[in-house]
């Protein structure tokens, strides 16, 4: 079982609609948890965080499940600018600087 | 500059070639990281240097061989490598200290392809 494991998509959605995405990971000490955006040739940028009760960023949602050990990022209204793969990310037990990465969730926001 | 640079951004490479790839990080960080991301696979963690001293390396061939030679630089040599060792190499630095995570700031990659 891959460590951390996502929908490789594409997701193709009308500009405005809402989407969501999920990941799992499999290691259950797992600490820490973030979503990463990574646009078309360009580095991954931390998008947010992922914190037990929740969290909102304007339109981003972000929500950890521990016991199921599931994250999910929901995106409202979707914008065209928004058209990226989207890398669930996890930190192990103890925390630290070493990033466990998915494989991305490619999403496209068409008119 | 501001941020987290790399040169090149692009490299075609033979496979007895010897070359480095650098980055240089404007942050003031003291932890830095080499990632390799091949086509439809995760970021794969190379090595983490914090405070210069290597304190990660995830199995990486010995082909690989990383130096920091201070804190706001990174090399990653290359020698002898192979086809399947083309891929976009990031590099990333970050302020490692107390907290359980420090966000990683990247920088925009070397593209490596080996012939």
């Known amino acids: 079982r891959k460590e951390v494991e996502q929908d490789p998509g594409p997701f193709n959605v009308p500009e405005g609609a809402t989407v969501a995405f999920n990941c799992t990971y499999s290691?259950?000490?797992?600490?820490?948890f973030f979503w990463y955006r990574q646009d078309c040739r360009k580095e991954p940028k931390l998008l947010m965080s992922?914190?037990?009760s929740g969290n909102e960023d304007g339109r981003f949602t972000a929500q950890l499940n521990r016991a199921s050990q599931y994250i999910s990022l929901l995106i409202r209204d979707s914008k065209l600018s928004d058209s990226a793969t989207y890398l669930c990310?996890?930190?192990?037990?103890?925390?630290?600087?070493?990033?466990?990465f998915g494989t991305g969730t490619q999403l496209k926001v068409e008119l | 500059e501001t941020g987290v640079t790399q040169t090149p951004r692009h490299l075609v490479m033979g496979m007895t070639n010897k070359k480095s790839l650098k980055c240089e990080q404007h942050?003031?960080?003291?932890?830095m990281y080499w990632y390799k991301q091949s086509a439809k696979k995760p970021l794969e963690l190379m090595f983490v240097?914090?405070?210069?001293?290597?304190?990660e390396n995830n199995s990486v061939p010995s082909r690989f061989s990383p130096e920091c030679p201070n804190s706001s630089h990174l090399f990653l040599h290359l020698h002898t490598l192979q086809p399947e060792d083309s891929a976009l190499y990031l590099c990333?630095?970050?302020?490692?200290?107390?907290?359980?995570?420090?966000?990683?700031?990247f920088g925009p990659g070397t593209r490596l392809t080996v012939l």
């Open positions: 990333a630095s970050s302020q490692a200290g107390d907290r359980a995570y420090n966000e990683q700031f």
């Open positions: 290691n259950s000490a797992s600490q820490s």
């Open positions: 992922v914190y037990s």
């Open positions: 990310v996890v930190t192990p037990t103890g925390g630290g600087n070493k990033l466990t």
């Open positions: 942050l003031g960080h003291n932890a």
């Open positions: 240097y914090s405070l210069e001293e290597r304190v």
